[in-house]
C-alpha cells in the first residue's frame, strides 16, 4: 500500500471549506501552547500575568505580520514562546530598587518591557545577515549543526507531552491512535486533518466520560466549565502598555540569543518540511525581522514574545498542505477568539490528556525532520569533528533542562538549554578543522531544505 501523499501547495483547489477547515486544524495545534504561556505566567505573578485574549490576538496579529515581512511565502505560525519563562519568574521575584513595594501586576509591565528590548535585538542580526550575506553567516550553520539542533527542538518538548498525557493516559491514547488511523488509513479530506480529528474525537469522549461521572486518575474532573460560565460572549482584549527599567532588560533581552538560534532552526524545519529555500528566499533576514517586531509589538501591549511554532510544522508534515493561506486562517481565527472570552474558554476546557496525546505526535515529528535532514544531507558521521558538534549538541540541549544561570552584575541570567546547543555547535563548527560543506555552491541541494550538503546526484 502506497501512503504517499502529494503535497498541496495551493490550497484553493481544495475549495474554500476545507481551506477554513486546515486552518481550524493549525489553530487547534498552537491553542495548548499559546495559552499555556500566559497560564504559568500567571502562577509566577500571582494571578496579575499575562492575559489570554491579549496573546491569542499578539499571536495572530504578529503571525501575520511576519507573513507580510516574509512577503507571504513561509508558512509557520508565531505563538507563545516559552524561552522567556525563566525571566517572567525573576521579574516577578525581584523585590529590589524600584520594584521593592511594588505588585505582582505592577512589575509585569517592567517584564513586557525587557522582551520589546529582545525582540529589536533580532533586528540587528537580520541587519548583519542583510549587509554580509546570508551564505557567509550560513556557513556558521551547516546542517551538522541546525539537524542535530531540530531533533533537540523536538525532544526538548517531550517531557511536556508525556507530562500532559499522563493526567489521563486513555484519552491521550485516543487523540494519538485517530492522529495515527486517520493520517495512514484516511481518504480524501480526512487524510490532511489528523490532527483536528484527533483533538475533536478526543473530546467527545472526554465529553461521554464525563456526564458518565469518570474522573482522571488523581481524582480530578475531566472537564471543568467553571471559566466557560463565567466568561462574557463578547468582550476586548485587556491590552496593557509595557515600561522599561534596566533591570528587567537584562533579565529579558540575553534570552534573545536563544529565541533567535531557535528561529533559524525552525526555518530549517520549515524549509525542510516544505521543501523550500526559506533561508535565501524570502532571506533569512525577512523572517527575523517579521519574528523579532511581532515580538515586540506583543510585549508593547502586555503580551509574551513570539516564536515560530514547531507545532504547526508538524502538522505540516502530517498534512501535506504547504499553503501559508491555511496559516494566515489560524492567524485570524485567533483574533477572532481574542474578542470572544466565552469560545476562548470553551477551547481552553480541553483536557490536558488530549494535548498530551496530540503532542506525542507532533513534537515527535520535529524531532524526525531533524533526523532526516541529517540523513538526506548525508552528513558524514565517519568524521570525528561531526560526530563532535553532533554530541556536544545534543547533549547540551538535553542535559541542561533549566539551562544556565550566571550573575550580571546583581542580575541573574539564565540561557536555555536550546540557546547553550546552538551557541556550542556553531562554536565548535568554526574551530575545529575539516569542514565538509558550504552554503550556496550547490543551489539544487540547498533548496531541499534551505540547508544542504554534498546531495547524491540525481541520474536520468
Not at 504559568?40 to 507573513?67: D, R
Not at 510585549?299 to 502538522?315: F, I, K, M, Q, S
Not at 498534512?319 to 485567533?334: G, N, Q, T
Not at 554530541?391 to 540557546?419: K, Q, R
Amino acid at each position: 500500500m502506497n501512503n504517499e501523499t502529494t503535497p498541496i501547495r495551493d490550497a484553493s483547489v481544495l475549495g474554500i471549506p476545507k481551506m477554513l477547515i486546515l486552518g481550524l486544524q493549525h489553530m487547534f495545534a498552537m491553542f495548548g501552547a499559546t495559552i499555556l504561556v500566559p497560564i504559568l505566567v500567571n502562577n509566577y505573578f500571582k494571578g496579575e500575568g499575562l492575559s489570554i485574549q491579549v496573546t491569542l490576538i499578539c499571536a495572530g496579529i504578529g503571525t501575520l505580520f511576519f507573513h507580510l515581512c516574509a512577503k507571504l511565502k513561509v508558512p509557520a505560525f508565531l505563538g507563545s514562546s516559552f524561552a522567556f519563562l525563566g525571566g517572567f519568574s525573576t521579574v516577578a521575584n525581584l523585590d529590589t530598587g524600584i520594584f521593592k513595594d511594588m505588585t505582582m501586576g505592577e512589575k509585569l509591565p517592567y517584564a513586557c518591557g525587557g522582551i520589546v528590548v529582545a525582540g529589536l535585538l533580532y533586528l540587528i542580526l537580520a541587519l548583519v545577515i542583510k549587509i554580509a550575506g546570508v551564505k557567509k553567516v550560513m556557513r556558521f550553520l551547516p546542517p551538522v549543526v541546525t539537524g542535530p539542533i531540530i531533533i533537540c527542538i523536538g525532544l526538548s518538548l517531550a517531557p511536556s507531552a508525556v507530562s500532559n498525557a499522563s493526567t489521563n493516559w486513555f484519552l491521550a491514547l485516543i487523540a494519538l491512535s485517530v492522529i495515527i488511523i486517520f493520517n495512514i488509513w484516511g481518504k480524501g479530506m480526512f487524510r490532511i486533518i489528523p490532527i483536528l480529528l484527533g483533538v475533536v474525537i478526543s473530546y467527545l469522549a472526554a465529553l461521554i466520560m464525563n456526564a458518565c461521572g469518570l474522573t482522571n486518575p488523581d481524582g480530578s474532573a475531566i472537564l471543568d466549565f467553571t471559566n466557560v460560565a463565567a466568561a462574557s460572549i463578547v468582550g476586548l482584549p485587556p491590552f496593557q502598555l509595557c515600561k522599561f527599567d534596566l533591570t528587567a532588560i537584562l533579565v529579558m533581552a540575553p534570552i534573545a540569543l536563544a529565541t533567535m538560534m531557535e528561529h533559524i532552526g525552525d526555518m530549517s524545519a520549515i524549509s525542510a518540511t516544505v521543501g523550500e529555500n526559506f533561508i535565501e528566499n524570502p532571506g533569512l533576514h525577512r523572517t527575523l525581522i517579521g519574528d523579532g517586531l511581532a515580538t515586540s509589538f506583543s510585549a508593547l501591549v502586555g503580551g509574551p514574545a513570539n516564536t515560530t511554532y514547531g507545532e504547526n510544522t508538524g502538522v505540516l508534515e502530517l498534512s501535506k498542505v504547504y499553503d501559508p493561506k491555511v496559516i494566515r486562517l489560524a492567524a485570524v481565527y485567533a483574533i477572532i477568539l481574542s474578542f470572544l472570552p466565552k469560545f476562548s474558554e470553551i477551547i481552553s476546557s480541553l483536557p490536558s490528556a488530549i494535548i498530551g496525546g496530540v503532542s506525542f505526535m507532533l513534537y515527535g515529528m520535529i524531532s524526525a525532520i531533524g533526523v532526516r535532514n541529517v540523513v538526506e544531507n548525508h552528513v558524514d558521521f565517519t568524521k570525528s569533528r561531526n560526530l563532535i558538534i553532533a554530541a556536544v549538541i545534543l547533549v547540551s540541549g538535553l542535559g541542561f533542562s533549566d539551562g544556565l544561570t550566571f550573575t550580571f552584575g546583581t542580575t541573574s541570567i539564565t540561557l536555555t538549554g536550546l540557546a547553550i546547543a546552538a551557541i556550542a555547535g556553531i562554536l565548535l563548527n568554526a574551530i575545529l578543522p575539516g569542514k565538509d560543506y558550504s552554503f550556496g555552491e550547490d543551489a539544487d541541494a540547498d533548496a531541499s531544505r534551505g540547508i544542504n550538503m554534498n546531495p547524491i546526484k540525481k541520474t536520468k
